[in-house]
Protein backbone atom coordinates (compact mmCIF):
# COMPACT_ATOMS: atom_id res chain seq x y z
CA UNK A 1 0.00 0.00 0.00
CA UNK A 2 1.45 3.21 -0.69
CA UNK A 3 0.50 5.54 2.12
CA UNK A 4 -1.42 4.65 5.61
CA UNK A 5 -2.74 8.01 6.07
CA UNK A 6 -4.34 9.02 9.09
CA UNK A 7 -8.33 9.11 9.01
CA UNK A 8 -8.15 12.07 11.32
CA UNK A 9 -7.15 14.67 9.06
CA UNK A 10 -10.08 15.43 7.12
CA UNK A 11 -11.57 16.38 10.71
CA UNK A 12 -13.12 13.20 12.18
CA UNK A 13 -14.65 14.15 15.14
CA UNK A 14 -12.76 11.53 17.82
CA UNK A 15 -9.49 11.00 16.02
CA UNK A 16 -8.14 8.16 17.86
CA UNK A 17 -11.30 6.22 17.51
CA UNK A 18 -11.47 6.63 13.68
CA UNK A 19 -7.93 5.79 13.25
CA UNK A 20 -8.30 2.43 14.72
CA UNK A 21 -11.73 2.33 12.56
CA UNK A 22 -9.35 1.83 9.49
CA UNK A 23 -6.55 -0.72 11.46
CA UNK A 24 -9.81 -2.89 12.24
CA UNK A 25 -10.94 -2.48 8.40
CA UNK A 26 -7.89 -3.65 7.17
CA UNK A 27 -7.21 -6.68 9.51
CA UNK A 28 -10.88 -7.52 8.94
CA UNK A 29 -10.64 -7.39 5.13
CA UNK A 30 -7.81 -9.62 5.19
CA UNK A 31 -9.03 -12.46 6.87
CA UNK A 32 -12.94 -11.63 5.31
CA UNK A 33 -11.03 -12.36 1.79
CA UNK A 34 -9.62 -15.55 3.27
CA UNK A 35 -13.08 -16.43 4.80
CA UNK A 36 -14.97 -15.22 1.81
CA UNK A 37 -12.27 -18.03 -0.46
CA UNK A 38 -13.18 -21.00 1.70
CA UNK A 39 -16.64 -20.23 1.72
CA UNK A 40 -17.48 -20.13 -1.67
CA UNK A 41 -15.44 -23.43 -2.29
CA UNK A 42 -17.89 -25.62 -2.44
CA UNK A 43 -17.62 -28.85 -1.64
CA UNK A 44 -17.98 -31.95 -4.25
CA UNK A 45 -21.42 -32.99 -3.98
CA UNK A 46 -22.48 -36.44 -2.96
CA UNK A 47 -21.62 -38.97 -5.81
CA UNK A 48 -24.22 -39.19 -8.37
CA UNK A 49 -22.73 -42.67 -9.64
CA UNK A 50 -22.23 -45.46 -6.78
CA UNK A 51 -19.54 -47.43 -6.93
CA UNK A 52 -17.43 -49.54 -5.21
CA UNK A 53 -14.52 -49.02 -3.34
CA UNK A 54 -11.70 -46.90 -5.35
CA UNK A 55 -8.33 -48.85 -6.21
CA UNK A 56 -5.92 -48.68 -2.97
CA UNK A 57 -2.23 -47.26 -3.81
CA UNK A 58 -0.30 -50.44 -3.00
CA UNK A 59 -2.93 -52.64 -5.76
CA UNK A 60 -2.66 -49.93 -8.11
CA UNK A 61 1.11 -50.97 -8.90
CA UNK A 62 1.40 -54.34 -7.97
CA UNK A 63 3.29 -56.10 -10.17
CA UNK A 64 0.74 -58.30 -12.41
CA UNK A 65 1.92 -61.98 -13.62
CA UNK A 66 3.14 -63.06 -16.79
CA UNK A 67 0.59 -61.79 -19.87
CA UNK A 68 -2.55 -60.10 -17.87
CA UNK A 69 -3.75 -60.89 -13.93
CA UNK A 70 -7.40 -61.95 -14.28
CA UNK A 71 -9.50 -59.92 -11.28
CA UNK A 72 -11.61 -61.78 -9.53
CA UNK A 73 -15.20 -59.55 -10.55
CA UNK A 74 -13.73 -59.41 -13.98
CA UNK A 75 -17.37 -57.84 -15.41
CA UNK A 76 -17.77 -54.01 -14.32
CA UNK A 77 -20.93 -53.18 -12.03
CA UNK A 78 -23.50 -52.61 -14.10
CA UNK A 79 -21.95 -54.57 -17.30
CA UNK A 80 -24.10 -56.83 -18.74
CA UNK A 81 -22.96 -60.46 -18.83
CA UNK A 82 -21.53 -61.75 -22.33
CA UNK A 83 -20.26 -64.83 -23.25
CA UNK A 84 -16.53 -65.70 -23.36
CA UNK A 85 -15.23 -64.53 -27.20
CA UNK A 86 -11.81 -65.59 -27.31
CA UNK A 87 -9.84 -62.46 -29.27
CA UNK A 88 -6.60 -62.28 -31.14
CA UNK A 89 -3.73 -61.37 -28.27
CA UNK A 90 -1.77 -58.32 -28.49
CA UNK A 91 0.82 -58.30 -26.24
CA UNK A 92 4.38 -56.58 -26.18
CA UNK A 93 7.22 -58.86 -25.38
CA UNK A 94 9.14 -56.46 -23.90
CA UNK A 95 9.57 -52.45 -22.60
CA UNK A 96 9.64 -49.70 -24.69
CA UNK A 97 9.24 -45.80 -24.93
CA UNK A 98 8.14 -43.49 -27.60
CA UNK A 99 8.99 -39.91 -27.10
CA UNK A 100 6.90 -37.33 -28.50
CA UNK A 101 8.16 -34.08 -29.28
CA UNK A 102 7.11 -30.53 -30.14
CA UNK A 103 8.59 -26.73 -29.27
CA UNK A 104 6.26 -26.68 -26.11
CA UNK A 105 6.78 -30.18 -24.81
CA UNK A 106 8.82 -33.13 -24.78
CA UNK A 107 6.37 -36.52 -23.42
CA UNK A 108 8.07 -39.93 -22.83
CA UNK A 109 5.50 -42.84 -22.84
CA UNK A 110 6.34 -46.50 -21.69
CA UNK A 111 4.72 -49.22 -23.41
CA UNK A 112 3.49 -50.42 -19.77
CA UNK A 113 0.27 -49.23 -18.98
CA UNK A 114 0.61 -46.90 -22.53
CA UNK A 115 0.95 -44.13 -20.09
CA UNK A 116 3.07 -40.97 -19.74
CA UNK A 117 6.41 -41.84 -17.72
CA UNK A 118 7.81 -37.89 -18.23
CA UNK A 119 6.45 -34.50 -19.40
CA UNK A 120 8.86 -31.82 -19.77
CA UNK A 121 7.85 -28.65 -20.55
CA UNK A 122 10.26 -26.67 -22.83
CA UNK A 123 11.79 -23.69 -21.73
CA UNK A 124 10.42 -23.59 -18.25
CA UNK A 125 12.97 -24.28 -15.43
CA UNK A 126 12.51 -26.57 -12.19
CA UNK A 127 13.28 -24.73 -9.08
CA UNK A 128 16.60 -26.19 -9.22
CA UNK A 129 17.43 -24.89 -12.79
CA UNK A 130 16.57 -28.28 -14.25
CA UNK A 131 14.03 -28.83 -17.25
CA UNK A 132 10.68 -29.05 -15.48
CA UNK A 133 8.77 -32.11 -15.69
CA UNK A 134 5.35 -32.44 -14.84
CA UNK A 135 4.65 -35.75 -13.62
CA UNK A 136 5.81 -35.87 -9.89
CA UNK A 137 8.42 -39.01 -9.60
CA UNK A 138 7.74 -40.17 -6.65
CA UNK A 139 4.19 -39.71 -6.62
CA UNK A 140 3.61 -41.21 -9.82
CA UNK A 141 5.35 -44.62 -8.57
CA UNK A 142 3.02 -45.05 -5.81
CA UNK A 143 -0.25 -44.00 -7.08
CA UNK A 144 -0.07 -44.07 -10.79
CA UNK A 145 1.20 -42.47 -13.98
CA UNK A 146 -0.54 -39.80 -16.20
CA UNK A 147 -2.75 -40.88 -18.74
CA UNK A 148 -3.10 -43.94 -16.92
CA UNK A 149 -6.46 -45.68 -16.72
CA UNK A 150 -8.98 -45.51 -13.68
CA UNK A 151 -11.73 -48.04 -13.36
CA UNK A 152 -13.95 -48.94 -9.87
CA UNK A 153 -11.92 -52.35 -9.60
CA UNK A 154 -8.75 -52.00 -7.74
CA UNK A 155 -7.22 -55.37 -9.48
CA UNK A 156 -8.21 -54.42 -12.83
CA UNK A 157 -6.91 -51.00 -12.77
CA UNK A 158 -3.85 -52.53 -11.50
CA UNK A 159 -3.51 -54.86 -14.38
CA UNK A 160 -4.54 -52.17 -17.16
CA UNK A 161 -1.95 -50.00 -16.16
CA UNK A 162 0.59 -52.51 -16.13
CA UNK A 163 -0.13 -54.38 -19.07
CA UNK A 164 2.12 -54.74 -21.94
CA UNK A 165 0.58 -52.46 -24.85
CA UNK A 166 1.61 -52.79 -28.35
CA UNK A 167 2.23 -48.95 -29.99
CA UNK A 168 2.08 -47.68 -33.31
CA UNK A 169 5.71 -46.38 -33.28
CA UNK A 170 8.49 -46.49 -31.28
CA UNK A 171 11.71 -44.12 -30.58
CA UNK A 172 10.94 -40.21 -31.53
CA UNK A 173 7.92 -38.87 -32.65
CA UNK A 174 7.72 -35.29 -34.27
CA UNK A 175 4.45 -33.19 -33.55
CA UNK A 176 2.27 -33.13 -35.26
CA UNK A 177 1.71 -36.68 -35.23
CA UNK A 178 -0.78 -39.78 -33.50
CA UNK A 179 0.73 -42.18 -30.94
CA UNK A 180 -1.69 -45.63 -30.39
CA UNK A 181 -1.67 -48.41 -28.19
CA UNK A 182 -3.18 -51.59 -28.18
CA UNK A 183 -3.24 -54.57 -25.76
CA UNK A 184 -5.64 -57.59 -25.78
CA UNK A 185 -5.10 -60.98 -23.66
CA UNK A 186 -8.13 -62.80 -25.73
CA UNK A 187 -10.71 -61.62 -23.00
CA UNK A 188 -9.94 -57.67 -22.03
CA UNK A 189 -8.62 -55.40 -24.72
CA UNK A 190 -7.71 -51.68 -24.77
CA UNK A 191 -7.06 -49.16 -27.38
CA UNK A 192 -5.47 -45.84 -26.16
CA UNK A 193 -5.37 -43.19 -29.37
CA UNK A 194 -3.64 -39.61 -29.29
CA UNK A 195 -2.77 -36.97 -31.15
CA UNK A 196 -0.76 -34.04 -31.17
CA UNK A 197 -0.68 -30.63 -32.48
CA UNK A 198 1.98 -27.87 -32.22
CA UNK A 199 -0.08 -26.40 -29.19
CA UNK A 200 -0.32 -27.21 -25.24
CA UNK A 201 -3.47 -29.37 -25.86
CA UNK A 202 -3.81 -33.24 -27.20
CA UNK A 203 -6.49 -35.54 -27.50
CA UNK A 204 -7.48 -38.61 -26.08
CA UNK A 205 -9.54 -41.85 -27.59
CA UNK A 206 -9.72 -44.68 -24.71
CA UNK A 207 -11.50 -48.00 -25.10
CA UNK A 208 -11.43 -50.79 -23.12
CA UNK A 209 -13.76 -53.51 -23.55
CA UNK A 210 -14.28 -57.56 -21.99
CA UNK A 211 -15.31 -60.18 -24.15
CA UNK A 212 -16.54 -57.38 -26.23
CA UNK A 213 -18.94 -54.99 -23.81
CA UNK A 214 -17.52 -51.64 -23.19
CA UNK A 215 -15.87 -51.60 -19.75
CA UNK A 216 -16.00 -48.11 -17.85
CA UNK A 217 -12.57 -46.84 -17.35
CA UNK A 218 -11.85 -43.30 -16.78
CA UNK A 219 -8.10 -41.68 -18.04
CA UNK A 220 -6.60 -40.00 -14.91
CA UNK A 221 -3.86 -37.57 -14.05
CA UNK A 222 -3.86 -39.51 -10.57
CA UNK A 223 0.03 -38.24 -9.09
CA UNK A 224 -0.13 -34.93 -8.42
CA UNK A 225 2.21 -32.13 -11.06
CA UNK A 226 5.91 -32.46 -11.03
CA UNK A 227 6.45 -29.07 -9.77
CA UNK A 228 5.56 -29.81 -5.99
CA UNK A 229 8.49 -30.34 -4.68
CA UNK A 230 7.50 -28.66 -1.16
CA UNK A 231 5.24 -29.14 1.15
CA UNK A 232 4.08 -25.69 1.06
CA UNK A 233 3.59 -25.98 -2.39
CA UNK A 234 0.91 -29.13 -2.07
CA UNK A 235 -1.10 -25.82 -0.54
CA UNK A 236 -1.78 -24.92 -3.73
CA UNK A 237 -3.50 -27.88 -5.46
CA UNK A 238 -6.96 -27.88 -6.75
CA UNK A 239 -9.10 -29.99 -8.88
CA UNK A 240 -10.83 -27.88 -10.51
CA UNK A 241 -14.33 -28.10 -13.09
CA UNK A 242 -16.50 -26.11 -15.09
CA UNK A 243 -20.05 -26.77 -15.36
CA UNK A 244 -21.86 -24.31 -17.95
CA UNK A 245 -19.87 -22.03 -17.69
CA UNK A 246 -19.41 -21.57 -13.78
CA UNK A 247 -16.29 -22.88 -12.43
CA UNK A 248 -15.00 -24.37 -9.27
CA UNK A 249 -11.92 -24.73 -7.38
CA UNK A 250 -11.86 -27.38 -4.62
CA UNK A 251 -8.89 -27.64 -2.43
CA UNK A 252 -7.97 -31.06 -0.84
CA UNK A 253 -10.29 -30.50 2.09
CA UNK A 254 -12.99 -30.38 0.02
CA UNK A 255 -12.25 -33.34 -2.33
CA UNK A 256 -13.53 -37.36 -1.66
CA UNK A 257 -11.23 -39.60 -2.59
CA UNK A 258 -13.04 -42.01 -5.43
CA UNK A 259 -15.91 -39.43 -4.88
CA UNK A 260 -17.35 -39.41 -9.00
CA UNK A 261 -19.30 -36.22 -10.15
CA UNK A 262 -21.40 -36.21 -13.17
CA UNK A 263 -22.33 -33.86 -15.72
CA UNK A 264 -22.07 -31.96 -17.74
CA UNK A 265 -18.27 -30.28 -17.40
CA UNK A 266 -17.19 -27.80 -19.90
CA UNK A 267 -13.79 -29.03 -18.66
CA UNK A 268 -12.24 -30.51 -15.40
CA UNK A 269 -8.45 -31.46 -14.04
CA UNK A 270 -5.62 -30.75 -11.68
CA UNK A 271 -3.92 -27.75 -11.32
CA UNK A 272 -1.47 -25.80 -8.64
CA UNK A 273 0.14 -22.41 -8.22
CA UNK A 274 1.56 -22.35 -12.20
CA UNK A 275 0.29 -25.10 -14.26
CA UNK A 276 -2.49 -27.67 -14.72
CA UNK A 277 -3.61 -30.63 -16.34
CA UNK A 278 -7.28 -30.33 -17.28
CA UNK A 279 -9.46 -32.46 -19.49
CA UNK A 280 -11.81 -31.24 -21.68
CA UNK A 281 -14.51 -33.36 -22.94
CA UNK A 282 -15.94 -33.60 -26.27
CA UNK A 283 -19.13 -34.72 -25.40
CA UNK A 284 -19.36 -32.49 -21.69
CA UNK A 285 -23.29 -33.18 -21.18
CA UNK A 286 -22.05 -37.49 -21.38
CA UNK A 287 -18.71 -36.57 -18.98
CA UNK A 288 -18.00 -37.70 -15.75
CA UNK A 289 -15.09 -36.97 -12.95
CA UNK A 290 -13.46 -39.07 -10.50
CA UNK A 291 -11.62 -37.16 -7.67
CA UNK A 292 -8.66 -38.19 -6.16
CA UNK A 293 -7.43 -37.47 -3.11
CA UNK A 294 -3.89 -39.44 -1.52
CA UNK A 295 -1.46 -38.63 1.01
CA UNK A 296 2.19 -38.35 0.46
CA UNK A 297 5.30 -37.51 2.68
CA UNK A 298 7.51 -34.57 1.28
CA UNK A 299 10.26 -32.38 2.39
CA UNK A 300 9.19 -29.64 4.21
CA UNK A 301 11.87 -26.78 3.25
CA UNK A 302 13.53 -26.50 -0.09
CA UNK A 303 17.35 -28.66 -0.59
CA UNK A 304 19.70 -26.46 -2.01
CA UNK A 305 19.74 -25.53 -5.53
CA UNK A 306 20.73 -28.27 -7.83
CA UNK A 307 20.29 -30.68 -5.61
CA UNK A 308 18.32 -33.81 -7.15
CA UNK A 309 14.76 -34.44 -5.45
CA UNK A 310 14.49 -37.16 -3.19
CA UNK A 311 12.85 -40.29 -4.96
CA UNK A 312 11.60 -42.20 -1.38
CA UNK A 313 11.15 -40.59 1.84
CA UNK A 314 10.35 -42.86 4.89
CA UNK A 315 8.17 -42.19 7.40
CA UNK A 316 10.41 -41.46 9.88
CA UNK A 317 12.98 -39.13 7.95
CA UNK A 318 13.07 -35.66 9.71
CA UNK A 319 11.89 -32.58 8.16
CA UNK A 320 8.68 -34.78 6.08
CA UNK A 321 5.52 -34.16 6.19
CA UNK A 322 2.28 -35.91 5.16
CA UNK A 323 0.87 -33.58 2.75
CA UNK A 324 -2.74 -34.53 0.35
CA UNK A 325 -2.09 -35.14 -3.24
CA UNK A 326 -4.64 -34.59 -5.47
CA UNK A 327 -5.95 -36.16 -9.11
CA UNK A 328 -8.58 -36.19 -11.00
CA UNK A 329 -9.62 -39.39 -13.69
CA UNK A 330 -12.28 -38.29 -16.44
CA UNK A 331 -14.73 -40.70 -18.69
CA UNK A 332 -17.99 -40.82 -20.71
CA UNK A 333 -20.90 -42.56 -19.65
CA UNK A 334 -20.99 -44.74 -22.70
CA UNK A 335 -17.56 -45.86 -21.63
CA UNK A 336 -15.63 -44.47 -24.88
CA UNK A 337 -13.94 -41.87 -23.58
CA UNK A 338 -12.96 -38.87 -25.56
CA UNK A 339 -11.33 -35.74 -24.47
CA UNK A 340 -8.83 -33.22 -25.10
CA UNK A 341 -6.38 -32.64 -22.57
CA UNK A 342 -4.75 -29.30 -21.76
CA UNK A 343 -0.78 -29.69 -20.06
CA UNK A 344 1.15 -26.75 -19.23
CA UNK A 345 1.58 -23.30 -17.68
CA UNK A 346 -1.57 -21.29 -16.02
CA UNK A 347 -0.41 -18.35 -18.50
CA UNK A 348 -3.90 -16.18 -19.27
CA UNK A 349 -2.98 -15.26 -23.15
CA UNK A 350 -2.45 -19.23 -23.42
CA UNK A 351 -5.69 -20.29 -21.37
CA UNK A 352 -7.87 -17.70 -22.49
CA UNK A 353 -7.52 -19.00 -26.03
CA UNK A 354 -8.61 -22.71 -25.45
CA UNK A 355 -12.18 -23.26 -25.31
CA UNK A 356 -14.34 -26.05 -24.57
CA UNK A 357 -16.66 -27.74 -26.59
CA UNK A 358 -19.26 -24.65 -25.95
CA UNK A 359 -16.91 -22.28 -27.96
CA UNK A 360 -17.80 -18.88 -25.29
CA UNK A 361 -16.04 -21.06 -22.66
CA UNK A 362 -12.16 -21.16 -22.03
CA UNK A 363 -9.45 -21.67 -19.28
CA UNK A 364 -8.64 -18.43 -18.33
CA UNK A 365 -11.20 -19.13 -15.08
CA UNK A 366 -8.35 -21.44 -14.00
CA UNK A 367 -6.89 -17.93 -12.97
CA UNK A 368 -8.50 -17.67 -9.13
CA UNK A 369 -7.16 -14.71 -7.39
CA UNK A 370 -9.35 -14.67 -4.57
CA UNK A 371 -11.94 -12.02 -3.34
CA UNK A 372 -10.39 -9.13 -4.96
CA UNK A 373 -9.98 -11.57 -8.73
CA UNK A 374 -11.74 -9.10 -10.61
CA UNK A 375 -9.33 -6.29 -9.80
CA UNK A 376 -6.25 -8.67 -9.25
CA UNK A 377 -7.36 -9.43 -13.14
CA UNK A 378 -7.18 -5.92 -14.38
CA UNK A 379 -3.88 -5.20 -12.72
CA UNK A 380 -2.44 -8.09 -14.45
CA UNK A 381 -3.36 -7.46 -17.50
CA UNK A 382 -2.05 -3.19 -16.77
CA UNK A 383 1.20 -4.87 -15.29
CA UNK A 384 1.40 -7.23 -18.47
CA UNK A 385 1.17 -4.17 -20.61
CA UNK A 386 3.62 -2.12 -19.31
CA UNK A 387 6.13 -5.26 -19.34
CA UNK A 388 4.93 -6.04 -23.25
CA UNK A 389 5.35 -1.87 -24.07
CA UNK A 390 7.44 -0.53 -21.81
CA UNK A 391 9.71 -2.29 -19.75
CA UNK A 392 10.91 -6.30 -20.36
CA UNK A 393 11.81 -6.67 -16.91
CA UNK A 394 9.14 -7.55 -14.61
CA UNK A 395 10.34 -5.79 -11.11
CA UNK A 396 10.47 -3.11 -13.87
CA UNK A 397 6.79 -3.21 -14.60
CA UNK A 398 5.47 -3.55 -10.88
CA UNK A 399 7.75 -0.18 -10.15
CA UNK A 400 6.31 2.03 -13.44
CA UNK A 401 2.85 0.12 -12.80
CA UNK A 402 3.45 1.64 -9.21
CA UNK A 403 4.34 4.89 -10.53
CA UNK A 404 1.10 5.10 -12.62
CA UNK A 405 -1.21 4.58 -9.80
CA UNK A 406 0.29 6.95 -7.70
CA UNK A 407 0.05 9.58 -10.24
CA UNK A 408 -3.56 8.84 -10.79
CA UNK A 409 -4.40 9.26 -6.85
CA UNK A 410 -2.16 11.83 -6.64
CA UNK A 411 -5.13 14.92 -7.12
CA UNK A 412 -6.74 13.00 -4.15
CA UNK A 413 -3.67 13.30 -1.94
CA UNK A 414 -3.62 17.08 -2.64
CA UNK A 415 -7.70 17.21 -1.85
CA UNK A 416 -6.71 15.57 1.08
CA UNK A 417 -4.00 18.47 2.45
CA UNK A 418 -6.06 21.07 1.58
CA UNK A 419 -9.10 18.88 3.75
CA UNK A 420 -6.22 18.89 6.36
CA UNK A 421 -5.30 22.36 6.30
CA UNK A 422 -8.93 22.86 6.77
CA UNK A 423 -9.02 20.53 10.04
CA UNK A 424 -6.02 22.36 11.66
CA UNK A 425 -7.57 26.03 10.75
CA UNK A 426 -10.50 24.87 12.88
CA UNK A 427 -8.55 22.68 15.44
CA UNK A 428 -8.60 25.78 18.30
CA UNK A 429 -12.64 25.62 18.03
CA UNK A 430 -12.19 21.68 18.34
CA UNK A 431 -10.30 21.95 21.16
CA UNK A 432 -12.29 24.05 22.79
CA UNK A 433 -15.17 22.07 22.79
CA UNK A 434 -13.79 18.65 23.78
CA UNK A 435 -12.79 21.13 26.88
CA UNK A 436 -16.23 21.91 28.04
CA UNK A 437 -17.09 17.93 27.80
CA UNK A 438 -13.58 16.83 29.21
CA UNK A 439 -15.18 16.03 32.33
CA UNK A 440 -17.51 13.47 30.98
CA UNK A 441 -16.87 9.87 30.98
CA UNK A 442 -16.79 7.99 27.76
CA UNK A 443 -20.05 6.09 28.44
CA UNK A 444 -21.72 9.47 29.45
CA UNK A 445 -24.81 10.32 26.88
CA UNK A 446 -24.07 13.69 26.62
CA UNK A 447 -20.64 13.13 24.80
CA UNK A 448 -22.97 12.74 21.39
CA UNK A 449 -23.64 16.84 22.16
CA UNK A 450 -20.09 17.13 22.14
CA UNK A 451 -19.70 14.97 18.50
CA UNK A 452 -22.74 16.80 17.16
CA UNK A 453 -20.92 20.40 17.96
CA UNK A 454 -17.87 19.03 16.02
CA UNK A 455 -19.52 17.67 12.88
CA UNK A 456 -21.60 20.90 12.75
CA UNK A 457 -18.50 23.00 12.82
CA UNK A 458 -16.68 20.89 10.82
CA UNK A 459 -19.72 20.96 8.02
CA UNK A 460 -19.67 25.11 8.61
CA UNK A 461 -16.33 25.02 7.43
CA UNK A 462 -16.39 22.92 4.79
CA UNK A 463 -14.18 19.76 6.20
CA UNK A 464 -14.93 16.12 4.87
CA UNK A 465 -14.74 13.83 7.73
CA UNK A 466 -13.76 10.87 5.67
CA UNK A 467 -11.79 12.94 2.95
CA UNK A 468 -8.41 11.31 4.21
CA UNK A 469 -9.45 8.26 3.86
CA UNK A 470 -10.01 8.45 0.30
CA UNK A 471 -6.52 7.33 -0.32
CA UNK A 472 -6.26 4.80 1.82
CA UNK A 473 -9.60 3.25 1.08
CA UNK A 474 -8.71 2.90 -2.45
CA UNK A 475 -5.29 1.91 -2.36
CA UNK A 476 -6.44 -1.23 0.37
CA UNK A 477 -8.11 -3.04 -2.74
CA UNK A 478 -5.50 -2.44 -5.07
CA UNK A 479 -2.88 -3.73 -2.28
CA UNK A 480 -5.32 -7.23 -1.57
CA UNK A 481 -5.47 -7.60 -5.42
CA UNK A 482 -1.97 -7.68 -5.27
CA UNK A 483 -1.68 -9.94 -2.47
CA UNK A 484 -4.01 -12.27 -4.33
CA UNK A 485 -2.74 -11.87 -8.28
CA UNK A 486 1.39 -12.07 -7.56
CA UNK A 487 2.40 -15.22 -6.26
CA UNK A 488 -0.21 -17.08 -8.27
CA UNK A 489 0.79 -15.49 -12.18
CA UNK A 490 3.28 -17.90 -13.88
CA UNK A 491 4.64 -15.02 -15.90
CA UNK A 492 6.34 -13.91 -12.42
CA UNK A 493 7.53 -17.27 -11.54
CA UNK A 494 11.01 -17.23 -11.70
CA UNK A 495 11.19 -13.31 -12.88
CA UNK A 496 14.28 -11.61 -11.73
CA UNK A 497 15.29 -8.15 -10.57
CA UNK A 498 18.51 -6.99 -9.31
CA UNK A 499 19.12 -9.49 -6.03
CA UNK A 500 15.28 -11.26 -6.46
CA UNK A 501 16.06 -14.40 -8.11
CA UNK A 502 12.11 -14.73 -8.05
CA UNK A 503 9.24 -12.01 -8.21
CA UNK A 504 6.43 -14.35 -6.86
CA UNK A 505 8.65 -15.42 -3.88
CA UNK A 506 9.81 -14.37 -0.79
CA UNK A 507 12.58 -11.42 -1.10
CA UNK A 508 15.98 -14.63 0.01
CA UNK A 509 17.32 -11.52 2.06
CA UNK A 510 14.73 -9.64 3.07
CA UNK A 511 15.69 -6.40 2.15
CA UNK A 512 12.42 -5.46 0.94
CA UNK A 513 10.67 -6.27 3.92
CA UNK A 514 12.84 -3.79 5.55
CA UNK A 515 13.23 -0.94 3.47
CA UNK A 516 9.28 -1.54 3.44
CA UNK A 517 9.19 -1.40 7.82
CA UNK A 518 11.64 1.93 7.62
CA UNK A 519 9.69 3.61 4.37
CA UNK A 520 6.35 3.17 6.20
CA UNK A 521 7.89 4.52 9.40
CA UNK A 522 8.24 7.65 7.42
CA UNK A 523 5.57 7.83 5.65
CA UNK A 524 3.78 7.50 9.21
CA UNK A 525 6.24 10.58 10.44
CA UNK A 526 5.85 12.78 7.96
CA UNK A 527 2.24 12.68 7.26
CA UNK A 528 0.58 15.22 9.20
CA UNK A 529 -1.91 14.20 11.61
CA UNK A 530 -4.12 16.96 13.24
CA UNK A 531 -5.83 16.06 16.50
CA UNK A 532 -4.26 12.73 16.79
CA UNK A 533 -3.29 12.24 20.54
CA UNK A 534 0.57 12.10 20.43
CA UNK A 535 0.06 8.61 22.24
CA UNK A 536 -1.63 7.11 19.22
CA UNK A 537 0.75 8.77 16.95
CA UNK A 538 3.86 7.05 18.12
CA UNK A 539 1.40 3.79 18.44
CA UNK A 540 0.78 4.10 14.93
CA UNK A 541 4.53 5.33 13.86
CA UNK A 542 5.57 1.50 15.01
CA UNK A 543 2.61 -0.27 14.26
CA UNK A 544 1.80 0.33 10.82
CA UNK A 545 5.55 -0.60 10.05
CA UNK A 546 5.08 -4.07 11.76
CA UNK A 547 2.31 -4.89 10.33
CA UNK A 548 3.09 -3.98 6.96
CA UNK A 549 6.68 -5.93 7.51
CA UNK A 550 4.71 -9.12 8.80
CA UNK A 551 2.88 -9.50 5.79
CA UNK A 552 6.05 -8.83 3.04
CA UNK A 553 8.26 -11.04 5.05
CA UNK A 554 7.72 -13.88 3.31
CA UNK A 555 5.38 -13.34 0.84
CA UNK A 556 6.03 -12.70 -3.05
CA UNK A 557 8.94 -10.00 -3.02
CA UNK A 558 6.90 -8.34 -5.91
CA UNK A 559 4.19 -7.10 -3.22
CA UNK A 560 6.92 -6.01 -1.27
CA UNK A 561 8.39 -3.67 -4.12
CA UNK A 562 5.14 -2.40 -5.34
CA UNK A 563 4.49 -1.43 -1.69
CA UNK A 564 8.13 -0.11 -0.72
CA UNK A 565 7.92 2.02 -4.05
CA UNK A 566 4.57 3.26 -3.07
CA UNK A 567 5.69 4.45 0.09
CA UNK A 568 9.47 6.17 -1.25
CA UNK A 569 6.74 8.00 -3.75
CA UNK A 570 3.92 9.02 -0.60
CA UNK A 571 7.43 10.40 1.39
CA UNK A 572 8.28 12.27 -1.70
CA UNK A 573 5.45 13.41 -2.65
CA UNK A 574 4.39 14.42 1.45
CA UNK A 575 7.68 16.64 1.36
CA UNK A 576 7.19 18.56 -1.81
CA UNK A 577 3.89 19.62 -0.44
CA UNK A 578 4.97 19.98 2.59
CA UNK A 579 7.01 23.10 0.75
CA UNK A 580 4.01 24.46 -1.03
CA UNK A 581 1.61 27.21 0.27
CA UNK A 582 -0.89 24.60 1.71
CA UNK A 583 2.16 22.91 3.40
CA UNK A 584 3.52 26.17 4.50
CA UNK A 585 0.61 27.02 6.16
CA UNK A 586 0.08 23.72 7.55
CA UNK A 587 3.39 24.05 9.25
CA UNK A 588 2.80 27.61 10.16
CA UNK A 589 -0.51 26.27 11.97
CA UNK A 590 0.65 24.28 13.98
CA UNK A 591 3.77 25.52 14.87
CA UNK A 592 1.52 28.02 16.67
CA UNK A 593 -0.56 25.49 18.47
CA UNK A 594 2.39 23.80 19.64
CA UNK A 595 3.93 27.21 21.26
CA UNK A 596 0.11 27.26 22.90
CA UNK A 597 0.59 24.13 24.22
CA UNK A 598 3.76 24.12 25.59
CA UNK A 599 3.15 28.05 27.30
CA UNK A 600 4.60 30.21 24.81
CA UNK A 601 7.87 28.64 24.04
CA UNK A 602 9.28 27.44 20.68
CA UNK A 603 8.03 24.05 19.68
CA UNK A 604 10.64 20.92 19.02
CA UNK A 605 10.99 19.79 15.53
CA UNK A 606 7.97 17.88 14.37
CA UNK A 607 8.25 14.94 11.65
CA UNK A 608 5.13 14.86 11.16
CA UNK A 609 4.64 18.81 10.00
CA UNK A 610 7.91 19.56 8.67
CA UNK A 611 10.19 22.04 9.85
CA UNK A 612 9.18 25.13 11.71
Excluded at 99 to 116: D, K, M, P
Excluded at 127 to 133: E, S, V
Excluded at 488 to 503: G, I, N, S, T
Excluded at 569 to 585: D, H, K, P, V, Y
Amino acid sequence: MAEFKNPNQPGAPQGNQSLLVMMVVLVTVFFAAQYWKAKHTPPIVPPAIVQTASPSPATQNTPSPAGFAQPASAPQPGTPATPATVQPAVQASAETTTVVENELYRITFSNRGAQATSWILKGIKDNYGKPLDLVHGQAAQKFGYPLSLYTYDAALTANLNQAMFVPSATGALASPATLTFKFSNGEYTATKTFSFNETYVLHADVVVTHNRTPVRALLAWPGGMGDMDKALDYGYSNVDVSRSGKEEHLAAKKVSGGGTLTGPFDWAGLSDQYFAAIFLPDVPSDATVATLNNQIRVEKEARKKGEAPATQLGEGDKGTAEVPLLGAAVGNLDNHTETRLYVGPKRVNILKNIHATDSSVTLEPLLDFGFFGPIGKLLFYALQFVHDHLASNWGWAIVILTIVINLIILPLRVQTMKSGLKMQRIQPQMDAIKAKYKSLKVTDPKRNEMNAEIMQLQKDNGVNMFGGCIPTLIQLPLLFAFLGMLPKVVELRQAHWFWLPDLSAADPYHILPILMIVSQFLVQFYTPSPGVDPQQQKMMAFMMPVFSGYITWNYASGLALYWAVGNLISIATQAITNRTSIGREARELAAKRARRKNGGQPATLQGKTGRR
